[in-house]
């Protein structure tokens, strides 16, 4: 289970609840007109859709710059290709984390043009392979033997190596000591783009507000009947309950 790229999708358990989908185990064989499962049902079926995934391929691109062989291909941190005599090409995107591809693909974008401008500096042709055999020695052993994982990455160290490329990762103990509210919130909260605003190239004034207030923006939509505490209201209640009981002990006296 924990060898293969999980799939999350909060539509799911609804339609198996259902019985829109049912969960089958391995399939056996196939005839004409059915799929014999190894539990030995029979299912009678008109399609079989094979959700294989994706081969990708660069046929714009000479193999000697970016060379695809079942989908594994070596880039320098999945971005850059090792072969050119300068830095002038960048792969975007072409990662499969456990997590959204688009803030890895901004993190890239900010690395890829500080490279383009010569502000940052790649390691040696032999430094960016040692590194790149390591990864897949590590991918190898993590997960089960398919053109499926040959680009997986893990969210969060994934960002935190990309910020440190370009110099934006967030300095905890110096976050703890200057802004402990703002450390908590990057160290347990969720891993946002915002946290890599927070200082280096890029440095954007609103991420620290943006950062601590992501938890409202997150519950906000699912306030569709949101009922509000009237604060003249309950203060006219409380004063109506004084007056009573002032009238109640003046009768009481005169009585």
């Given amino acids: 289970m924990f060898s293969q790229h999980p799939t999350v999708n909060d539509d799911l358990p609804n339609r198996i609840i259902s019985g829109a989908i049912l969960v089958k185990t391995n399939v056996k064989q196939f005839t004409e007109t059915a799929a014999i499962f190894e539990d030995g049902t029979v299912e009678d079926i008109d399609v079989v859709v094979f959700a294989t995934g994706y081969t990708f391929s660069y046929p714009f691109l000479d193999e000697s710059v970016v060379k695809v062989n079942k989908n594994h291909v070596s880039l320098h941190k999945y971005v850059f290709p090792l072969q050119l005599e300068q830095p002038t090409l960048a792969i975007i995107g072409l990662i499969q984390p456990l997590g959204a591809i688009m803030p890895i693909s901004e993190l890239q974008a900010r690395w890829a043009t500080r490279v383009f401008r010569g502000l940052v500096k790649l390691p040696s042709v032999s430094t960016m392979m040692a590194e790149i055999m390591e990864k897949k020695e590590k991918m190898a052993k993590r997960y089960v033997s398919s053109q499926r994982h040959t680009i997986?990455?893990?969210?969060?160290?994934?960002?935190?190596?990309?910020?440190?490329?370009?110099?934006v990762k967030p300095n905890l103990k110096q976050l703890l000591l200057s802004d402990p509210q703002l450390a908590f919130q990057v160290l347990f909260g969720p891993c946002s783009p915002y946290q890599f605003r927070l200082t280096g190239p890029g440095k954007w004034p609103k991420a620290r507000q943006t950062i601590l207030t992501q938890w409202e923006r997150i519950i906000k939509p699912t306030k569709t009947r949101v009922l509000t505490k009237k604060r003249q209201e309950s203060m006219s209640i409380l004063l109506k309950f004084m007056a009573l009981l002032v009238v109640l002990g003046a009768v009481y006296l005169f009585l």
């Fill in 152 to 167: 997986q990455v893990d969210y969060v160290p994934y960002m935190d190596e990309l910020a440190e490329q370009i110099g």
